[in-house]
């Protein structure tokens, strides 16, 4: 890999810049059910239209899974915000308008939303049996919408390049309801920056007519599915929203 640049990397992944290419290694062992999803779920996204990096290859890399994207050229969003902090709410506002855009989409062929929370919220071992039941409850009850979420959209996911705005990172990509997407990413701008949550919030209540308490409806159940991913740095704020169980 001497012509490669590692450009970023967690525990699960390394990704490497080559030319005008992307490629992420996984782990060895990570399981290939996950990377092929996630290279299935970006293909059909593609389809859609949308701003994302192309996947061109899945492949095995000296004995680890890999999936090859397009590079795309530019800052990502949080960097931006970081940079530019007196035009964080111009930046807000645009990501808001991107969210719209995407779940204005529908994408038939992914995974439902509202299945994929229920094995969750089934799986999750730090919380009992009667919030875990509050929570099946309230999912069950909310509507069944089938509009194109992503599951991870926050400003780290972004990538701005001039007028384009580039959405990466389609591994929970669902079609469910596009005020429990907004949720998740309330809770993931809480997780950094309270104000330009609420901020967020606000902006896409407005911008689509949705009363705001709706959207807070499905806070306690985006958290208690976003708890399974097992962030230590997550954690504590998000079991204080799990417990919330009605807003005024």
Request: charged residues 35%; proline residues 2%.
């Given at each position: 890999m001497?012509?490669?640049?590692?450009?970023?990397?967690?525990?699960?992944?390394?990704?490497?810049?080559?030319?005008?290419?992307?490629?992420?290694?996984?782990?060895?062992?990570?399981?290939?059910?996950?990377?092929?999803?996630?290279?299935?779920?970006?293909?059909?996204?593609?389809?859609?239209?949308?701003?994302?990096?192309?996947?061109?290859?899945?492949?095995?890399?000296?004995?680890?899974?890999?999936?090859?994207?397009?590079?795309?050229?530019?800052?990502?969003?949080?960097?931006?915000?970081?940079?530019?902090?007196?035009?964080?709410?111009?930046?807000?506002?645009?990501?808001?308008?991107?969210?719209?855009?995407?779940?204005s989409h529908s994408c038939p062929l992914l995974n439902r939303m509202k299945e994929k929370m229920t094995r969750q919220i089934q799986e999750l071992d730090v919380i009992d049996e009667g919030i875990r039941y509050e929570l099946m409850t309230r999912l069950d009850g909310m509507p069944r919408h089938l509009k194109l979420c992503h599951g991870d959209f926050e400003p780290s996911n972004i990538i701005v390049q001039g007028d384009q705005m580039y959405v990466i990172d389609w591994v929970h990509a669902t079609q469910g309801n596009a005020s429990a997407d907004v949720a998740r990413t309330y809770l993931l701008l809480c997780l950094d920056n309270p104000l330009l949550a609420d901020m967020y919030m606000d902006k896409f209540c407005q911008k689509t007519d949705t009363q705001k308490r709706y959207v807070q409806q499905w806070l306690p159940i985006v958290a208690a599915a976003q708890l399974t991913k097992k962030r230590p740095q997550e954690k504590e704020l998000l079991m204080k929203w799990v417990d919330v169980c009605e807003y005024q």
């Open positions: 001497s012509s490669r640049e590692l450009i970023a990397e967690s525990a699960y992944k390394k990704i490497y810049r080559e030319g005008d290419k992307v490629i992420k290694v996984f782990a060895e062992g990570f399981p290939k059910s996950e990377v092929l999803n996630e290279a299935l779920n970006t293909a059909r996204v593609e389809e859609v239209g949308l701003n994302v990096g192309k996947i061109l290859e899945v492949s095995v890399v000296e004995g680890k899974w890999a999936i090859t994207k397009e590079y795309i050229q530019g800052q990502t969003l949080a960097e931006r915000i970081k940079e530019e902090p007196d035009k964080a709410e111009q930046y807000i506002d645009r990501m808001v308008d991107l969210h719209i855009q995407i779940n």
